[in-house]
């Protein structure tokens, strides 16, 4: 059972940056995807960034180039870096865990975080 727990949401000004992280508890998978996903009141979950365990990253089209993925194996920490933020980018964050490779599709992940908000004005 693998937890994840969320942290640095907030509240940002549009065009400002803001770096979201979630603590991985240890896990045995080899292969593996962790992923950020985001969801707005009345709309589906959709995927935004994900990383797998070889180190490929992916981006949902609205925010490549903005967001940044990254996870720091020592520390069993996954991050999120929000750059350029624009109000669309207002929402819940999940960091989510599944073995095997990364999908966009939520079902697909095992495991979840509680969530933090951000809010972009």
């Known amino acids: 059972h693998v937890q994840l727990v969320e942290s640095g949401g907030g509240s940002v000004q549009a065009g400002g940056s803001l770096t979201l992280s979630c603590a991985v508890s240890?896990?045995?998978?080899?292969?593996?995807?962790l992923a950020w996903f985001r969801q707005d009141p009345g709309k589906e979950r959709e995927g935004v960034a994900g990383l797998t365990s070889d180190g490929r990253t992916t981006y949902a089209a609205p925010v490549k180039d903005r967001f940044t993925i990254s996870y720091d194996k020592t520390k069993n920490v996954l991050f999120l870096t929000i750059s350029s933020a624009r109000p669309s980018d207002t929402a819940m964050y999940y960091c989510a865990a599944r073995r095997w490779q990364c999908t966009v599709v939520p079902s697909d992940f095992d495991y979840w975080g509680q969530g933090t908000q951000v809010t972009v004005s």
């Open positions: 240890d896990h045995s998978f080899t292969t593996y995807c």
